[in-house]
């Protein structure tokens, strides 16, 4: 019998069939007139690059491109066979291709990939002077309570509200996310902070403060004390579940300092000054989320920012905001998308809106770059929000400047190929042609 003899036989049979009893190692789901599989080309890891249209007898990988018509072509680049080798092995088998494939594909495979999480043993908390305890893992919970009273413990003073509303734009609602950074050495703030516990039924949260990033304890003085600038603007920070989960503070103009914003974080202080101060924790990567001031199920999608001030404005554009502290920390947003969809809020669009110069400043593009390349990849729409230079650095000072028509907003891959891309392209032959240079 030749080779074409056997293959009109085989013919005959379904597609599917012929994969199944072919590819006994690649596990095809079905799915409509589809079937998918982890990309046998590519380490994939989630259903929905590779398919094969039973609709058009085809497939096609859309991560490594690798593609091809009719089941013979798939067999043969799976298996690196000749197509005669192909059919006289699916001819001799051919009383097994009986079966369809009708098995969905499982929920853990259409996920989104679920990061490994290592389990380390909790620390026990430390008695820190027969009075205060150490907790090196506080709850979150806890967390928002004492930040919370920390915040209604000094509030603004009505003139810095005005300016806030004034100049920052920021509307009555919002100002609850804003207090006047207090001095530690104020025992005034102290004792109305430990007031605010206590009405909250939370006083002895006091005596737990230690291990709550921000505070430490003070060995000379031998008291608490948290770190802080004086003069600074205190803004609350929250995760997906509205619990305040940090504080950053926004240092006055007059500050010279590299960056405006500091979080409140004590890990540093105490590392650097171990005979003066222990007990500090680090806040870690932050992502602050910000709800708009409306129904969460109206939103167009989540927006990424840097900075407090641009995320509210955002959620007053009907976007959910995430808050992140630099362009780099944009990895820590993929888990928090994660729980916000289990939530029920509709992640399903991505809008990045990093400050105009994320355009020019290769470090930053190419974190920006990576950032929609990793959500496309995790199956998100993405989009660029972007706008004219001279409209403003961030999307809070285009507002501001009352020309909010100048944003525009272009689809992910777009932006990627057509500018963030080539951009970063010149840049780098721009530093290989100095490198030379010099
Ligand atoms: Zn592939």
């Known amino acids: 019998m030749t080779i074409s003899e056997m293959k009109e036989v085989l013919d005959e049979y379904p597609a599917d069939s012929l994969l199944e009893v072919g590819m006994p190692d690649v596990k095809f789901y079905a799915r409509g007139s589809q079937l998918e599989a982890l990309c046998p080309f590519h380490g994939d890891h989630k259903l929905g690059n590779f398919g094969y249209s039973l609709a058009k007898d085809c497939w096609r990988?859309?991560?490594?491109?690798?593609?091809?018509?009719?089941?013979?072509s798939l067999i043969m680049a799976h298996r690196n066979w000749s197509f005669a080798e192909t059919v006289r092995y699916l001819y001799d088998r051919r009383s097994s291709c009986v079966g369809r494939i009708t098995e969905a594909p499982p929920a853990t495979l259409l996920q989104k990939s679920k990061k490994v999480r290592?389990?380390?043993?909790?620390?026990?908390?430390?008695?820190?002077?027969d009075e205060f305890?150490?907790?090196?893992?506080?709850t979150a919970e806890d967390k928002s309570t004492v930040y919370s009273c920390f915040a209604a413990a000094s509030p603004l003073s009505p003139s810095w509200t005005k300016h806030l509303q004034e100049i920052r734009g920021v509307s009555p609602l919002e100002i609850p996310y804003f207090f006047r950074f207090p001095s530690s050495k104020d025992e005034e703030f102290m004792s109305?902070?430990?007031?605010?516990?206590?009405?909250?039924?939370?006083?002895?949260?006091y005596h737990r403060l230690l291990g709550i990033p921000g505070f430490f304890w003070?060995?000379?003085?031998?008291?608490?004390?948290?770190?802080?600038?004086?003069?600074?603007?205190?803004?609350?920070?929250?995760?997906?579940?509205?619990?305040?989960?940090?504080?950053e503070m926004r240092l006055p103009d007059s500050a010279v300092r590299s960056t405006r914003y500091i979080p409140f974080s004590s890990e540093g202080i105490c590392l650097n000054h171990p005979d003066d101060y222990k007990y500090g924790a680090n806040v870690g990567s932050v992502v602050d989320v910000v709800t708009p001031p409306f129904d969460n199920s109206s939103i167009q999608g989540v927006a990424v920012t840097e900075g407090k001030f641009k995320a509210l404005h955002l959620s007053r554009m009907e976007f959910l905001a995430l808050n992140i502290r630099g362009v780099g920390n944009w990895r820590s947003v993929l888990p928090v998308l994660e729980n916000l969809e289990n939530k029920g809020v509709n992640t399903s669009r991505v809008f990045i809106a990093f400050d105009a110069d994320s355009r020019r400043n290769p470090a930053v593009a190419e974190n920006s770059a990576n950032f929609g390349k990793a959500l496309l990849d995790e199956g998100y729409e993405v989009y660029y929000l972007t706008w004219p230079n001279n409209c403003g650095k961030g999307v809070d000072d285009v507002v501001n400047a009352g020309q909010r028509g100048k944003i525009r907003t272009v689809e992910g891959n777009r932006f990627l190929q057509t500018t963030l891309l080539p951009f970063i392209e010149r840049a780098k032959k721009k530093k290989l042609a100095e490198a030379a240079g010099a």
Not at 61 to 72: D, I
Not at 192 to 205: H, Q, T, V, Y
């Open 192 to 205: 109305r902070f430990r007031k605010e516990l206590e009405k909250r039924g939370a006083g002895n949260l």
């Open 61 to 72: 990988c859309f991560v490594c491109g690798k593609s091809g018509s009719g089941p013979y």
């Open 133 to 138: 305890v150490f907790d090196p893992s506080p």
């Open 218 to 247: 003070n060995i000379k003085e031998n008291r608490i004390s948290f770190i802080g600038y004086s003069g600074a603007l205190g803004i609350l920070n929250h995760d997906e579940q509205g619990l305040v989960s940090s504080i």
């Open 118 to 129: 290592l389990v380390t043993p909790k620390p026990s908390p430390i008695l820190v002077n």
